[in-house]
């Protein structure tokens, strides 16, 4: 009995070995392929860092040169600040119509004066033959008299007309028309606007804004893909934009793209800052939207870029002028292959499901 008993332990010891044995032969795969997993999650580098809150991205020169990481360097521009603004092509028919009835004021106030010259002249003989023993009756003095009178009111009548129309040009078109509309005959600025040669534009610029007679400025029908047109102050006006605040200028401008009643963009050197701003261009393609922003990366050393926040408010030369203490003349940004680091900095920012 105690033989077969110690047979039975040592057949169940036997089998207990040979099933430890085939668990590791099988389970030996799989942990081999647990180990080269840990050994390469710890081998893995971290190729984003955070310097003093900007990002950095480091990459190898052999993974730049895979993903064809293109670099140039900024050359240094100056730039003056532009003002934008919005206009109308104006209507001219209410300075035309003052400037016919003043004329017309005119004209029959010379009629008047005329006519006055001759009745004052009748009244001065019919009151000199009165007094020379009464040559001619009182009534007939009296009635001279009456005409001299009649025609003296009609004078000062279209006098008074013509004043009031000229102040009328005055208040609704400024001095500078009033003045051009009384004259007769017209200037020929003034026929170029009633030829229609030329357009009178109504800008409205900034309360503190400094322009002079003469200077230009850049204007394009809002909405519309056509070359800019040059367009000359004249003067101040005293009429007002209802929609935009501000001073309101004249300028004229040739009348071949532009209509009655266009809106109008303008764009013009802001002369209360006069003086260039110096800084760099960056290029449009060095250019990456995040979260609704603009950034370029900046080359730091042969394997790391920072990234970089730009303003893209002044366009100039296909990119974007900048002044920054971050950006200057000299330094490298990628212009191709930005959008790849972009991925890359993310893509380490993304918690391994392993480790939650």
Not at 44 to 68: C, E, I, M, Y
Not at 103 to 118: D, E, H, P, Y
Not at 121 to 126: A, E, G, I, L, P
């Amino acid at each position: 009995m105690n033989r077969k008993v110690a047979l039975i332990i040592g057949l169940q010891a036997f089998l207990i070995i040979v099933l430890f044995w085939v668990l590791v032969f099988y389970g030996k795969d799989e942990y081999d392929s647990y180990n080269q997993a840990q050994e390469e999650e710890v081998a893995t580098p971290n190729r984003v860092n955070q310097v003093k809150g900007a990002t950095v991205v480091t990459l190898s020169k052999d993974g730049q040169k895979q993903s064809d990481i293109q670099i140039v360097s900024l050359a240094g521009s100056q730039h003056q600040k532009t003002l934008n603004t919005l206009g109308n092509v104006i209507s001219i028919d209410t300075l035309i119509e003052l400037r016919t009835r003043y004329l017309n004021a005119k004209a029959n106030a010379n009629i008047a004066r005329a006519s006055l010259a001759n009745s004052k002249q009748d009244y001065q003989r019919m009151q000199a033959l009165n007094k020379d023993d009464r040559n001619v009756s009182d009534h007939v003095m009296l009635a001279a008299q009456a005409a001299f009178k009649s025609d003296q009111a009609k004078v000062q009548a279209a006098e008074t007309e013509a004043s009031n129309l000229n102040d009328t040009m005055r208040q609704t078109w400024g001095e500078a028309f009033a003045n051009e509309a009384s004259r007769e005959p017209a200037s020929p600025s003034l026929q170029s606007l009633l030829q229609h040669k030329e357009v009178l534009l109504l800008i409205t610029l900034p309360v503190d804004s400094n322009v002079k007679t003469g200077e230009t400025i850049s204007v394009v029908p809002t909405g519309a893909q056509t070359k800019a047109i040059n367009a000359k102050l004249v003067a101040a006006s005293p009429q007002t934009d209802s929609t935009i605040q501000g001073r309101t200028y004249y300028f004229r401008a040739p009348a071949e793209n532009l209509r009655t009643g266009m809106r109008v963009s303008v764009e013009m050197k802001d002369s209360a800052n006069s003086k260039a701003s110096d800084g760099v261009t960056v290029p449009a393609s060095a250019v990456v939207w995040y979260a609704g922003k603009p950034w370029v990366y900046k080359k730091q050393s042969e394997e790391s870029f920072i990234r970089l926040p730009i303003n893209t408010n002044n366009e100039i030369n296909g990119g974007w002028f900048n002044r920054s203490e971050q950006l200057a003349a000299g330094d490298n940004l990628v212009v191709n292959g930005a959008q790849l680091l972009l991925s890359e900095e993310f893509k380490y920012q993304i918690k391994n499901e392993n480790q939650d």
